[in-house]
C-alpha cells in the first residue's frame, strides 16, 4: 500500500534540495553595442532561468560608447545610485583599446576607478564585473582582411583587448568576464563555428550566447554544461560552448579574479576606517587605522601609471619627489582593496 504521506515528505525533500539552490540576483550593464546587439542582458537572464536562478537586470547601453561617457552620463550615474545591485557591468569599447594602443597612449584608468568608487560607494553589496570584449575578425578593417601590419589581425586586437581589460580588473579588484578568451578558445578549436555578425565585429547569436553562458557562469559560480537552455542555436553548437565556458572559466574561477561566494563583498569594500592626511598633502601623508601586516600600497597617477609600489611598514609615507598633481592610492592586503584620491600640492 502506497503510504501518501511518506510520498508528499520525499516530494517536498526534494523540491527542497532542487529549488533550495536557486539564487536571486540583481545586475546593472553599462556598455555599447557589444552589450545591446542580440540583447545579450536578456540571454543571460534566460540562462539562468533555464537553471532555476533569477536575474532583475537594467542597462544603459549605447552605440560606441566608453566607461568615459558612462562616468558622466546621467543615466548611468542614476541607475549606479539606486544601491540595490549585486552585480554591475562595465564594458569598454573595443575602439577605445584600439585608438590607446595605435596611437602610443596609456589607456587612462580614471573613468573605471570614478564609476567603481560610485558603485561601491552606493551599492553595499556589490560587485564590479569587467567585460573581457573580443577583437575584429579580420582586424582593423571591418569586412576585408588586412594584410598591412601584423597589428591588423584579429589575434593582435583581441590580445590588446584582454590586457586592457585585465589591467582595468587588477586596477580595481574587479572579476572579470573573460568572453573574449572563451571566444578565442572556439575559434582556436572550432574554427567553423561562426561568432561573428556580417559585420564582422559584433556577435552572431551564437557568440552573443558564448557571452551570456561566460556571464552567468561568472554570476553563479556554476557548470555552465548543465545549462538546458540553448537560446536559438543548434543543440551540438550549443554543447561546444557551454564545454568551452566550462574548461576557459569555470574551470579556472580564480584566474579570472571570480570568488566563490556570490553576494557578500562588503568587506572587501569597507573604506570608512581607512584614512589618508593630511590630503592634499605636499612632502608626505598618513595612513590612519590601516592594519599594516602583509598589506602593500601602490601609487598610481591619474592616466592609471603605477609610480610607487611599496610594503606599507610605516604609516608616514614620503612623497616629496612626486610632482603636484592628482593621484591613485590602491591599499591591498589578503582581505580588502581601497581605492583613495590623493592631491599632491
Not at 550593464?29 to 542580440?38: A, E, I, R
Not at 584600439?98 to 553589496?125: E, G, K, M, R
Not at 551564437?206 to 536559438?232: E, H
Not at 606599507?312 to 609615507?317: F, Q
Request: hydrophobic fraction near 40%; aromatic fraction near 14%; charged fraction near 10%.
Amino acid at each position: 500500500m502506497i503510504n501518501f504521506n511518506k510520498l508528499t515528505f520525499l516530494f517536498l525533500l526534494m523540491s527542497i534540495q532542487v529549488y533550495g539552490q536557486s539564487t536571486k540576483i540583481k545586475v546593472l550593464y553599462l556598455g555599447n553595442s557589444f552589450t545591446y546587439v542580440n540583447n545579450l542582458p536578456q540571454i543571460i537572464s534566460d540562462v539562468a532561468a533555464s537553471m532555476n536562478d533569477t536575474i532583475l537586470f537594467e542597462s544603459n547601453a549605447l552605440p560606441s560608447y566608453s566607461l568615459e561617457g558612462h562616468s558622466t552620463n546621467t543615466t548611468s550615474i542614476g541607475k549606479i545610485m539606486q544601491g540595490y545591485w549585486n552585480y554591475v557591468v562595465l564594458q569598454e569599447g573595443l575602439g577605445v583599446f584600439l585608438n590607446n594602443y595605435y596611437s602610443n597612449i596609456t589607456y587612462n584608468l580614471t573613468y573605471a576607478v570614478t564609476l567603481n568608487n560610485l558603485i561601491h560607494q552606493y551599492n553595499s553589496d556589490c560587485k564590479t564585473v569587467i567585460y573581457m570584449v573580443w577583437g575584429r575578425k579580420y582586424g582593423c578593417c571591418t569586412a576585408l582582411p588586412c594584410n598591412n601590419t601584423v597589428n591588423c589581425t584579429y589575434s593582435f586586437q583581441d590580445s590588446i583587448a584582454q590586457t586592457y581589460s585585465i589591467n582595468i580588473a587588477q586596477t580595481i579588484n574587479a572579476p572579470i568576464s573573460p568572453v573574449a578568451a572563451v571566444w578565442n578558445y572556439l575559434i582556436n578549436h572550432y574554427p567553423s563555428l561562426e561568432l561573428y555578425n556580417s559585420d564582422f565585429a559584433h556577435p552572431s547569436k551564437a557568440g552573443s550566447y558564448a557571452a551570456a553562458c561566460c556571464f552567468y557562469t561568472v554570476f553563479f559560480k556554476k557548470d555552465p554544461t548543465l545549462i538546458p537552455y540553448n537560446y536559438s542555436i543548434a543543440e551540438s553548437d550549443a554543447n561546444i560552448i557551454k564545454n568551452a565556458v566550462k574548461v576557459v572559466v569555470f574551470d579556472s574561477l580564480a584566474k579570472w579574479q571570480i570568488t566563490q561566494n556570490v553576494l557578500n563583498v562588503s568587506s572587501t569594500w569597507i573604506s570608512d576606517n581607512f584614512n589618508v592626511y593630511p590630503n592634499p598633502a605636499h612632502d608626505w601623508f598618513k595612513v590612519k587605522s590601516y592594519n599594516s601586516q602583509n598589506s602593500t600600497l601602490d601609487i598610481l597617477d591619474f592616466q592609471g601609471k603605477l609610480i610607487i609600489k611599496t610594503s606599507l611598514v610605516s604609516d608616514i609615507i614620503n612623497i616629496s619627489n612626486l610632482p603636484a598633481g592628482i593621484y591613485i592610492l590602491r591599499f591591498k592586503d589578503a582581505e580588502k582593496l581601497v581605492i583613495k584620491k590623493l592631491i599632491k600640492n
